[in-house]
């Protein structure tokens, strides 16, 4: 596996294909590269793609120490100019949802366009907000049950495929408590409304059900965004329904990048 050091810290990447512009997909928290597996095979066949391995997760190093989203988008930023791969259509999952954000607005020089795919929440209810301090807290103490429970419960829809579900939980609940509990930290503490007004690159927002983001207020924070909705997936929806988002994406590049 190929990696890139930034200040110390390796990162695990795949390179594929050959095409401009060259897509980088950002998976979400506690998850690693293959979660964006179905479009990265997808948009290889005409493009460059670059699936990272954040800090903390998948085959990259695993420091002690805070995680937060611009730590992230700036070891993307220095992927993408060791590699060489010039404005770049930059897909984020969740918590990488945020991440490619957070590279558009601080990093617009090496990205043409951001598709965040059910993206963390911008800003988070009270009531939400306390029940994932709280889940922050047990992993912190040792326990890993309510973490369990909040993946299971709260991220798939009733009829998700139930070996998907199981195959996530066993990736996700891999992840050490240190960068668990750090990266949900690194999540509660991003400011999305003042980032999305930084953000001035083309956008897409690819809601799932229920979304974390409702699109109305996506408009509101970031007005140049345009919305799609996929039908019939919960949070991991580029892996429920891949069909679907690599059409909008296709879509969004034709139209917006």
């Known amino acids: 596996m190929p990696t890139i ?70 070891d993307i930023a220095h992927v993408i100019g060791q590699l060489g791969l010039g404005k770049v ?51 912190e103490a040792g326990n890993q049950e309510p973490r369990r429970q909040f993946i299971a419960n709260n991220l798939f829809m009733p009829s998700s495929d139930k070996r998907l579900v199981d195959e996530v939980l066993k990736v996700m609940m891999a992840a050490p408590g240190h960068v668990a509990a750090a990266a949900m930290k690194g999540i509660l503490a991003f400011d999305g409304p003042a980032v999305a007004a930084r953000c001035q690159i083309p956008a897409l927002h690819l809601a799932a059900t229920p979304p974390l983001n409702p699109p109305h207020l996506m408009s509101q924070w970031l007005p140049t965004v345009v919305n799609g909705w996929t039908v019939g997936a919960g949070h991991f929806n580029m892996m429920e329904v891949p069909d679907q988002v690599n059409a909008m994406i296709e879509g969004f590049l034709r139209h917006h990048v």
């Open 89 to 139: 259509v930059a897909v984020g999952h969740s918590m990488g949802g945020i991440t490619v954000l957070q590279l558009g607005a601080a990093h617009p020089d090496k990205t043409a366009g951001i598709v965040m795919v059910d993206p963390a929440p911008l800003v988070f209810p009270p009531e939400l907000k306390a029940g994932v301090e709280a889940i922050v807290s047990a992993i």
């Open 5 to 74: 050091v930034r200040d110390g810290i390796k990162l695990a990447y795949e390179d594929r294909g050959a095409g401009r512009p060259a897509f980088v997909f950002v998976h979400g928290w506690t998850c690693n590269r293959s979660f964006f597996a179905p479009q990265a095979e997808y948009f290889a066949r005409r493009h460059r793609v670059v699936s990272l391995d954040l800090r903390g997760h998948g085959e990259s190093d695993k420091p002690e120490g805070p995680y937060p989203i611009a730590a992230y988008a700036d």
